[in-house]
């Protein structure tokens, strides 16, 4: 008979620390505070601040990879690596394409 303890480890998944999610969650924090503080301060020009917000937005997006669905380059997790790869790649290409699509449409199709 099997313990839950086994079920657990035996499947490679594996549950973060009070530490990590404590650290995600301060830095989550901080993250999204500095992007409403460049908003709301008007601490940068909108020429700057649209690429910086998105910077942090990236950031804040890898730590609640990394501190929260606990996402890194381990053998055990090498199968949810991809299958996020995958999503991405095709989110990127749905979007891209519909933009794409867009754009030509407009130029092609209305009057200048």
Do not use: D
Not at 24 to 52: N, Q, R, Y
Not at 70 to 90: D, E, I, R
């Amino acid at each position: 008979m099997l313990n839950s303890n086994a079920l657990v480890e035996s499947s490679g998944a594996s549950h973060g620390s009070a530490g990590s999610y404590i650290v995600g969650f301060v830095l989550s924090v901080f993250l999204t505070a500095a992007s409403f503080l460049i908003v709301m301060e008007h601490a940068m020009a909108a020429s700057t601040a649209i690429p910086v917000i998105a910077a942090l937005a990236l950031v804040q997006v890898v730590v609640h990879l990394v501190c929260f669905l606990h996402m890194n380059a381990s053998s055990q997790q090498k199968w949810n690596v991809m299958a996020f790869g995958f999503t991405v790649m095709t989110a990127v290409i749905l979007i891209g394409g519909s933009i794409w699509i867009m754009h030509n449409v407009s130029m092609n199709m209305m009057s200048r």
